[in-house]
């Protein structure tokens, strides 16, 4: 316990799935967490479930596409906290289709938050970590960053540029101290799989699940919280000699797959 002790951590799309498990795994391990998002609701849920069990959490909502309204935020962190030591950039959206079923808008819709909105935060992260001497950022990548996945052609897109900005920014600011890494996750079980299955495969949500699960070599889904522990290494000193690296959680998936 304590692995981020004394340290400031935001997290984006901190309050469901991926990001609500790092949020409270961040907590645990004694960080002053920095959650962010646009769902307020869900955000406060997740709060209150922390501070319950002695985690200290705070909520700034903030759209990560506007890079205003980024910046404003990343400076009411360090002026609450003190300063920044740690960047999750989690936020991230989805979309089905090929180019032919992508719209212009789905695409602009999809670059906005997965593409702009790491931009935003890794510009607003990097100049508070170089004031404080240095810090780790994990991005939110995935397997569709380095394999072709059916019908995800936006997503794809997205998610490439996630992992060639985290190369870009672990080569700039090696100097400063700041390490830069990536995850990259094959499918995840939280509740947005379920409320997929719920919408596309009334009646046959247990049949799709296990179909989906099947797709990973190992034969399941893997859990937020295990994706949590994987930024929480790359967070920490433990990871003190890694930078520009793309770390898979997928089962297999990208290198095990027929």
Not at 61 to 68: A, G, K, P, R, T
Not at 136 to 151: E, L, Q
Request: charged share 25%; proline share 3%; net charge negative.
């Amino acid at each position: 316990m304590g692995k981020l002790k004394g340290k400031t951590a935001i997290v984006t799309g901190g309050a469901s799935g991926i990001g609500k498990a790092i949020s409270t795994l961040f907590a645990e391990e004694d960080a002053r967490v920095a959650l962010f998002d646009i769902d307020v609701d869900s955000a406060r849920e997740t709060v209150q479930e922390i501070e319950e069990d002695g985690g200290r959490i705070s909520f700034f909502e903030c759209d990560v596409s506007d890079s205003s309204d980024v910046h404003d935020t990343v400076d009411d962190v360090v002026e609450t906290f003190g300063g920044l030591d740690v960047l999750i950039n989690n936020a991230g959206i989805a979309h089905v289709g090929n180019v032919e079923e992508t719209t212009e808008e789905d695409l602009d819709r999809i670059y906005d938050v997965n593409v702009k909105g790491v931009y935003n935060c890794l510009k607003a992260g990097v100049q508070a970590m170089k004031a404080d001497g240095g810090g780790s950022i994990v991005n939110i990548a995935s397997v569709a960053s380095h394999v072709g996945i059916p019908d995800r052609f936006a997503y794809s897109m997205s998610k490439g540029a996630v992992l060639t900005m985290t190369y870009s920014v672990a080569c700039d600011y090696v100097d400063e101290g700041i390490r830069c890494n990536a995850v990259s996750p094959a499918r995840i079980h939280t509740p947005l799989v379920d409320g997929f299955l719920e919408e596309n495969y009334p009646g046959e949500e247990e049949k799709m699940f296990e179909k989906l699960s099947q797709t990973q070599p190992i034969g399941r889904m893997g859990d937020p919280e295990e994706v949590a522990q994987l930024c929480l290494y790359l967070s920490s000193e433990d990871a003190g000699f890694i930078t520009g690296s793309s770390m898979p959680i997928d089962g297999g998936f990208v290198t095990l797959k027929d």
